[in-house]
């Protein structure tokens, strides 16, 4: 259980909201934010978080035996910094992006990118990423300072084009990877084996959905059979 006054991450079973009316996210989401600078759980992905560049087919064997969601995240990002100079990962939240892992050049960081959260309110490439469930590569810029004041911070630049993409479980986007190489150009045609990784991941978390609802579905609570009192000698009536 989260500790008094931090509240429990989001599992990937809660549904994102839909799309804000007017570019303003309803006040139902922004009551369940999580407050900003606050770290929820605390990192699990174990050795996936290495800040080395992983080869697109390990990364694919490694996701089709992940056992938990943050080694699913990192295995993913890790694949992605293997065609890019900065790659970040977000899960998604009350129409919030909420990040979760990064790996900026040859440091990965799971802190400090916990305490950033993309609004997704305000029409901007992320938005439509998640709308459509389909990757974007291209600018990123939006002329809005709340969401361009924390692409700033996400590699130290806003990229002349970045790659955004979308993580999903059936038809919901449950996460989003952010990628780019800094001041320079992202090629689409170096991007592109990308595509079929990020579709392993989903496939992963599907897998380790359904297998925590099996394994929720096989265990049952012990029944305690109530102790059955003796039954006490009367006395003989002379």
């Known amino acids: 259980a989260a500790p008094p006054g931090v509240p429990p991450e989001p599992s990937l079973l809660t549904p994102t909201l839909g799309p804000p009316r007017d570019g303003v996210i309803p006040k139902t989401s922004i009551a369940t934010t999580p407050p ?72 990965a960081d799971s802190v400090r990118i916990a305490e950033i959260g993309l609004p997704l309110g305000a029409p901007s490439p992320f938005r439509t990423v998640v709308e459509s469930r389909a990757p974007y590569i291209g600018p990123v810029r939006t002329g809005i300072l709340a969401i361009d004041s924390i692409l700033e911070k996400l590699g130290g630049v806003i990229p002349p084009s970045a790659l955004i993409l979308p993580v999903t479980i059936r038809d919901r986007t449950v996460a989003l990877v952010y990628a780019h190489r800094r001041n320079e150009q992202l090629p689409t045609a170096e991007i592109a084996d990308l595509l079929p990784v990020a579709g392993e991941a989903s496939a992963a978390l599907s897998r380790l959905i359904l297998q925590a609802k099996n394994l929720g579905a096989t265990r049952t609570p012990a029944v305690r059979t109530p102790a059955i009192a003796k039954p006490t000698a009367v006395p003989a009536v002379p």
């Open 36 to 107: 900003m600078g606050i770290v929820r759980a605390p990192w699990r992905g174990g050795d996936s978080v290495s800040p080395s560049p992983l080869p697109l087919q390990e990364a694919a064997a490694l996701l089709a035996k992940a056992t938990d969601r943050d080694a699913v995240f990192g295995l993913l990002v890790r694949a992605t910094r293997a065609r890019t100079s900065f790659a970040a990962l977000f899960v998604l939240h009350a129409g919030m992006a909420f990040g979760r892992l990064m790996l900026d050049g040859d440091e």
